[in-house]
């Protein structure tokens, strides 16, 4: 990937804008050698990176990374033999390791710690012996503390017993009655590192001293008075032992520190790592990425992508785009009108591409997918170069002859207003044969233009796709979407027109546009237009098709426990009605025997009409047989059998209960085989979707409402309406009180033209 290339993406500005979100001096360097990956292994490695340090931001907060000392050039003069570092170098020592302390701890606490935290964690060394020498020898000043060495300790306070004898000395000397007259100020003062007292020019009338100093009116003598002379020279000579007790000390703590160079080297690295990967979370974070999958298919599928720097000047009004090209496809051609956002696209297609294969994560929304590109080889803007007497549109075909060159397939190459600057059907072919060439390479090419022909040639091209910058021509301005499968027309006349350019120039223009041309432009503009009422239809038939097959997967899932219920209804009733005729039985069986013949031939025909199974039996009963209680639904064993009240005491589970044979059913104990036969239930046909019930009994219209229910909901009808007239309202309030909540109806409403006539839409 060539620089000029990145620079023409802003990928170059981009990584200066990383470098705004490190916390370390450590990383610059890396940022700005930052380059596109080609190994997929390496790329995915450091995807897993970063996004192991959004991790420890999501749950813990940024690392603290802020403020820690640069070592870099303290460590590089470790390396060089006899070296001795200063004493504010070792502060800077102490103080980098106390933040590699800090840090340790910070990682060790944090929550949901990924692999490479770990390992960081694991490389982080925080040398607590050398941070406690350091710390005992030298303070956060820079200052050698007296604890560093013993004879460093007994010279300061020899140094401390001389200076306040010289400072008594002096002060016995100034106080002296013969000298008043020649001191110039009570005090006492150091010049050329010895102690000296204020005098005037005549003060060797009174006693004998050196001068070391005159002040700048030449007023004033510093004197050494030959009394302290001695003092002074005790105390130089004390202080250059200091000096190199000194010296000595931090000669002494140099070595100490040379034998773990090695780990604060890889602190060093791992505080790098860390800040490094910790400002692409960052960033990451700010800008709304997600982390991309790399493929080696062709595949191009980034949605609601944007660009990093519309982004910052834009802010919230950045309109995002989905940029999408099937595997299929090996060209793209963007066409639409000037600051349409053509070429705001074409620099968001290679810098996302550029970032994703970088290993970073992108401004995107869900799983972007990204090809892992052998080259990435833009040309963006006006290519003239002056100095070389070059035209723009030679040096334009010369990069283009330089990337076709040095291409070996599997490039991107991203070409911005391609064929410009010259006659249009020559550049048109020429853009052709461009594209036809680097595609027969295997290259995926994306390029922006003007040229009808393009288009169309985008239209033929099974390898390629148009795309349109969507563009209001109502309101005459630039939408910033991508419109796929469409072209796009340049409409600059239209644009002229719309800020007032004088309707002469406007009319000049279309003459000289040429009537086909003209025409072409007005059937691309159609041709949009077109795709775009098409694109929304089909949106709101999507949209009804997925409420469609909702509403049929509830229908689906509540069928079977409508027919069970129906089933159970239809049984309930089954068992009530030979209730009641084996109490006929009962009655006349000892007169008519014929009547009960009739009885049993009527219970059949009943038994055909509403089941279709086998008829129970309730004689071949006895003690010990397994049955189920019907009203219960539990099953149990019969332990007694009462014949002449049709009573079984039957026991279920630790209960014993006595029921009515007709609500009891004989249960074979085998063992559970497959059923696949399904019970039907036979309804009479309903032709129209309502019932009448008006004049009815409240009782007798609840019961017809039922059965015509249980018909309707079998039959798969959605509404049915209740007729039940207005009169004084009881009829009508205890059929929508009757069905309120019912587990089967969707929505009860009244009729909006006729009060008197109830809705109901069944699931």
Known sequence: ???????????????????????????????????????????????????????????????????????????????????????????????????????????????????????????????????????????????????????????RADLFVFRERIRKKLEKIMERETVRPVLQDFYISLRNNRYVIPLKPNFNEVFQGIVHDYSHSLKTSFVEPLEVVELNNAINILEKDEKEEEKRVLRELTEFIRKFVQELETNLDAIQDMDFYQCFAIFSTEFGCVKPEINNHGLID?????????????????????????????????????????????????????????????????????????HIFAIIGDEQDIAMELSSFT???NTIKDFYKVSKGEELILIDEIGGNTEPQEASALSMGVIDAFVEKGCKVIVTTHLNLLKAYGYTKPFSINVATAFDSDNMKPMYKLLYGMAGYSNAINVAKNIDVPSIIIEKSYEYLGKQEHMLNDLVSALELGKRKIYEEQKEMGKLKEELKKRLFLLHNKKDEYIKKLEERCNTKLLELERELEEVKKEVAKKERASIKVSRGRLGELRKRFVKGVIKKYDDIHIGDHVKVTTLGSSGYVVDVDKENDMYEIVIGNVRTKVNKWYVDKVVMEPKTPNNGKIHVDAEHIDTPEINVMGMRVEEALKELDRFIDRAIVQGMPIIKILHGIGTGRLMSAIREHLAGADFIKNLRKDEKNSGVTIVELL
Not at 102 to 110: C, H, Q, R, S, V
Not at 142 to 155: N, P, Q, R, V
Not at 335 to 364: C, E, F, R, V, Y
Request: hydrophobic content about 45%; proline content about 6%.
């Open 1 to 155: 990937m060539v620089d000029r290339t990145l620079s023409y993406l802003d990928y170059v500005k981009l990584l200066d804008i990383f470098k705004q979100y490190s916390s370390t001096p450590f990383i610059d360097q890396l940022i700005s050698n930052l380059k596109p990956l080609n190994n997929l292994e390496a790329i995915e490695e450091r995807q897993n990176r970063i996004e192991a340090i959004l991790e420890i931001i999501k749950w813990d907060g940024k690392i603290p990374l802020s403020d820690i000392p640069d070592i870099r050039d303290i460590i590089r003069r470790v390396f060089i033999k006899d070296s001795v570092l200063e004493a504010q170098e070792f502060v800077f020592v102490s103080g980098f390791l106390k933040a590699c302390s800090d840090i340790a701890m910070f990682l060790k606490k944090a929550h949901n710690k990924k692999p490479f935290v770990e390992t960081i964690l694991e490389r982080i060394k925080p040398l607590l012996p050398v941070y406690s020498r350091i710390s005992k020898t030298v303070n956060v000043e820079g200052f050698i503390e007296d604890t560093a060495s013993y004879d460093l300790s007994k010279i």
């Open 302 to 374: 980034m949605r609601n992508a944007v660009n990093p720097f519309i982004v910052i000047s834009k802010k919230d009004q950045t309109i995002p785009i989905d940029i999408c090209m099937e595997r299929e496809k090996k060209a793209m051609i963007i066409s639409g009108p000037n600051a349409g956002g053509k070429t705001a696209a074409l620099k968001t297609i290679g810098l996302l591409s550029a970032m994703a294969q970088t290993g970073l994560l992108i401004p995107a929304s869900g799983r972007p997918v990204v090809p892992l590109f052998s």
């Open 395 to 397: 040096a334009h075909m």
